[in-house]
């Protein structure tokens, strides 16, 4: 007989992602569901790829990352934040932001150390955590308005809290949190020495707003000391395939996520890393390049929010990300997977349910999410297709 599984392993269940991506494939729906786009990166990103590797850098790259991509990333912060990280003790590259969060998790948490999530959030963070031996303790945004409230926040810490994990902006509502919501998170953990790890892969992808990085705003060393701040490459550039993130700590974090990081991949894509440099030092350099993306997506979230207003959902507005999530308790009494499940075989457009961004035993919204940072032929399908809803026999439940 074969030997017992680890334990760990009973709570992991297939990503949602994945399960609604192959249910839209299987219907021949409209996939407005994972988050990625379905349009391809500009000819000067690709063309740094092929030049990487048509120039010779196909062997193993360090594996802190290569020195020029480590480089750009410093460049950027500057740049962009006035934020100064020292390529060689400050910034680690890794194979997306995915294997960033593991990484950090697995060099900050001992078992039975806490993590207060704020959610919804990503359906890998709890795996994250879990795997390295912690305890995800979940403290939910309020109101429709997805407030977070300092003072549950607060009241969350106990003395096996290690740290305070939350995405900026945010993923899955596209919220990006105020500057008092900002002093809240940084007032809780620096009152109880506690980490505070940032999801930034959203960063450049904002409407009406700027993303603003907590050491930006608490300009002080004790502060950026707790901070470790997260980004990849992917979503800036649309090449969520090609793996390429960063996590950026002090010397001390540092140290310990290159120590767990060379023995989970060791090294991240050379001629990737080369590419992605090139990619950074281009909107250093041309900043509006970036923002002139972030206006078309912009375009896009409006002409999905019309249409959807246009069913009887209640979308709560993003300032950042590619995603809306929108409310559909007033059309429909189901769950947000059996709305899902209506869409996909009704209105034949994939969406993806908020319950896997919660953990269990917490009320739910009535809320789907829906991917707008795909082409317009296929975002206009989506639209058509949801407008055909029949309005006049709403399908309540």
């Known amino acids: 007989m074969a030997k017992v599984l680890s334990n760990k392993i009973a709570s992991i269940q297939p990503s949602i992602f994945s399960v609604i991506s192959a249910k839209a494939n299987e219907l021949g729906a409209v996939n407005l569901g994972q988050g990625f786009p379905d349009y391809d990166c500009d000819d000067f990103i690709k063309q740094a790829a092929i030049e990487a590797i048509t120039t010779g850098h196909n062997q193993y790259a360090p594996s802190q990352g290569t020195a020029f991509l480590r480089s750009a990333i410093a460049e950027h912060e500057q740049k962009f934040y006035g934020l100064f990280y020292k390529p060689n003790t400050n910034i680690t590259v890794t194979s997306g932001a995915t294997e960033a969060l593991w990484t950090t998790f697995q060099a900050i948490l001992n078992d039975g150390d806490e993590v207060i999530v704020i ?92 993303h603003t990085p907590i050491p930006m705003l608490f300009d002080e060393p004790e502060v950026k000391d707790l901070v470790i701040r997260i980004s990849s490459l992917g979503k800036t550039f649309s090449v969520t395939g090609w793996k390429i993130g960063w996590v950026l700590a002090n010397e001390t974090v540092t140290s310990a996520i290159r120590a767990v990081h060379q023995f ?105 999410r829906f991917c707008f940072s795909k082409k317009d032929e296929t975002l206009q399908n989506a639209i058509t297709n949801l407008a055909q809803q029949n309005l006049t026999s709403k399908p309540i439940r």
């Not at 308005?145 to 900026?168: C, H, M, P, W």
């Not at 900002?182 to 959203?202: F, G, P, Q």
């Not at 959902?313 to 009494?333: D, E, H, Q, R």
């Open 119 to 210: 959610e919804p959030s990503y359906d890998s963070y709890s795996p994250c955590i879990t795997f390295a031996g912690g305890v995800y303790v979940p403290c939910k945004l309020v109101n429709d308005t997805y407030e977070l409230d300092g003072r549950l926040l607060q009241s969350l810490v106990t003395t096996k809290t290690k740290a305070i994990l939350f995405t900026n902006p945010h993923n899955p509502t596209g919220k990006v949190f105020s500057k008092e919501e900002l002093s809240w998170i940084v007032t809780t953990a620096r009152s109880h020495n506690l980490y505070i790890v940032c999801d930034e892969v959203y960063e450049h992808l904002t409407y009406d707003c700027n």
């Open 264 to 368: 989970i991949v060791f090294s991240v894509s050379t001629p990737m890393q080369i590419a992605a440099a090139k990619a950074l030092s281009f909107i250093t350099e041309n900043p509006m390049y970036i923002r002139e993306y972030a206006n078309t997506l912009m375009v896009k979230r409006d002409k999905l929010i019309t249409t959807i207003e246009s069913i009887g959902l209640i979308p709560y507005i993003p300032k950042g990300g590619y995603f809306v999530v929108a409310n559909f308790s007033k059309v429909f009494s189901g769950t947000s997977r059996e709305y899902c499940q209506f869409l996909l075989e009704e209105n034949m457009v994939a969406t993806i349910p908020l319950e896997p961004f919660y953990s269990k035993n917490v009320s739910l919204p009535n809320a789907v």
